[in-house]
Antibody, heavy 117, light 110 residues
Framework: QVQLVESGGGVVQPGGSLRLSCAAS????????MHWVRQPPGKGPEWVTI????????HYADSVKGKFTVSRDNSKNTLYLQMNSLRPEDTAVYYC??????????WGRGTLVTVSS | QAVVTQEPSLTVSPGGTVTLTCGSS?????????PCWLQQRPGQAPRTLIY???NKHSWTPARFSGSLLGGRAALTLSGAQPEDEAEYYC??????????FGGGTKVTVL
């Protein structure tokens, strides 16, 4: 069965960095576009980024452009999100999701990132 | 930056029908926006019900359907069940790097 398991969340000070991981299994990861979506506590989701199957194509929301970098290691079936210059407004649960036709099918359970001093 | 609008809350009777809509401040929603509908219950991750306007996943109950209605994307729930009480979000994709969620609709089954 398809599984997406995020990890790497935690508490980080403003200005700090964090790298999230998403371990994928149960589907052809190396053939799939993958997304990161975040959801601040008590608010709606916000799309963050998408990466193509071979990692060469990436697109970002304006709110994270230049701060976040998405990457993947197809040999490890793992998706990453490198987050730099973090601010309190980046506090959210971060989900990885598998792409289908401009939308999503499978989602992970998310990992919480808290940016606070 | 386009704003995606949804009804803040809707109430439906058990067994009843309700339609949630999703509009865009930039004009009519079309199939080119590839509307996607998510369901999120409290404390859970979102799950996708509808993608690309009308397509269902294997786990999408038959009582949910997606469409375009009067320049908006629509999610219709026919025969509401207590377990359908949740927050519902739509996503519109304007370009490869501009994908915007609506603010969500809280559906109460009462």
């Amino acid at each position: 069965q398809v599984q997406l398991v995020e990890s790497g969340g935690g508490v980080v000070q403003p200005g700090g960095s964090l790298r999230l991981s998403c371990a994928a299994s149960g589907f052809a990861f190396s053939s799939s576009n993958m997304h990161w979506v975040r959801q601040p506590p008590g608010k709606g989701p916000e799309w963050v980024t998408i990466i193509g199957p071979d990692g060469n194509a990436q697109h970002y929301a304006d709110s994270v452009k230049g701060k976040f970098t998405v990457s993947r290691d197809n040999s490890k079936n793992t998706l990453y999100l490198q987050m730099n210059s973090l601010r309190p407004e980046d506090t959210a649960v971060y989900y990885c999701a598998k792409d289908i036709a401009w939308g999503f099918d499978y989602w992970g359970r998310g990992t919480l990132v808290t940016v606070s001093s | 930056q386009a704003v995606v609008t949804q009804e803040p809350s809707l109430t439906v009777s058990p067994g009843g029908t309700v339609t949630l809509t999703c509009g865009s401040s930039s004009g009519a929603v079309t199939s080119g926006h590839h509307p996607c509908w998510l369901q999120q219950r409290p404390g859970q991750a979102p799950r996708t019900l509808i993608y690309d306007t009308t397509n269902k996943h294997s786990w999408t109950p038959a009582r949910f359907s997606g469409s375009l209605l009067g320049g908006r994307a629509a999610l219709t729930l026919s025969g509401a069940q207590p377990e359908d009480e949740a927050e519902y979000y739509c996503l519109l994709s304007y370009t490869l790097d501009r994908r915007v969620f609506g603010g969500g609709t809280k559906v109460t089954v009462l």
